[in-house]
């Protein structure tokens, strides 16, 4: 079984651009969360999508928003980037009680 | 508000031996989720071990286990005869529910010697 597939691995942007993040979850998998990791402020809860509606959602202003599409898969979007945005960013899926499995993160760097 | 707290920022323990990483909580709800996770230099978040707060019993998964002091807010990860590959990042985490955001400590990082 395919694990949590994040896309891509490594992003360059700049100040004020705009990036999407995708994440495909593993199949059957209908809950996709989103986290972000920094040094500073370590792991942070963005939101999480359970069939295609957002059900929780972190503090993040709204220049983070994401999205799920009816086959689960999620993107999550970043506007108007600065560079205290640049994290790793992890995706998790879930379908049962045992908790999440994540992807390997895509690293986004604002410069 | 729940939080999450690790108080040991790194740790080492020799190759073969055992070592604990401590971790506490704050919450004022009585059904909740503890997990440990581990994150490797590949950076892939892989779950340890997980407790659910309505059960007394410690939770083990193999050379790992838990000491789960649910009066004392406490949730300790114990790995026994420690291999190379057990050296990464370890985050303790809290879920309302199985199913809700988890939150996160600072982690500790653990340092495995030949």
């Known amino acids: 079984k395919a694990g949590v597939t994040q896309t891509p691995r490594y992003l360059i942007k700049t100040r004020g651009q705009q990036v999407t993040l995708s994440c495909s979850p593993i199949?059957?998998?209908?809950?996709v969360s989103w986290y972000q990791q920094t040094p500073g402020q370590g792991l942070q809860f963005l939101f999480e999508?359970?069939?295609?509606?957002?059900?929780n959602k972190g503090n993040f202003p709204g220049r983070f928003s994401g999205r799920q599409f009816s086959n689960s898969r999620s993107e999550m979007n970043v506007s108007t980037l600065e560079l205290g945005d640049s994290a790793l960013y992890l995706c998790?899926?879930?379908?049962?009680?045992?908790?999440?499995?994540f992807g390997s993160g895509t690293r986004l760097t604002v410069v | 508000a729940q939080t999450v707290t690790q108080s040991q920022p790194e740790m080492s323990v020799q190759e073969a031996e055992t070592v604990t990483l401590s971790c506490t909580y704050d919450?004022?709800?009585?059904?909740?989720?503890l997990f440990w996770y581990k994150q490797p230099p590949s950076r892939q978040m892989i779950l340890v071990i997980r407790?659910?707060?309505?059960?007394?019993q410690n939770a083990t998964e193999n050379r790992f286990s838990v000491n789960f002091q649910k009066a004392a807010k406490s949730f300790s990860l114990k790995i026994s005869d420690s291999q190379l590959g057990d050296a990464a990042m370890y985050f303790c985490?809290?879920?309302?529910?199985?199913?809700?955001?988890?939150?996160f400590g600072k982690g500790t990082k653990l340092s495995v010697k030949p």
């Open positions: 199949s059957g998998h209908r809950s």
């Open positions: 919450t004022s709800e009585s059904d909740y989720y």
């Open positions: 407790q659910e707060a309505y059960k007394q």
């Open positions: 998790a899926s879930s379908q049962s009680d045992y908790g999440y499995t």
């Open positions: 985490a809290y879920s309302l529910g199985s199913q809700g955001n988890l939150i």
């Open positions: 999508y359970f069939s295609e509606t957002q059900r």
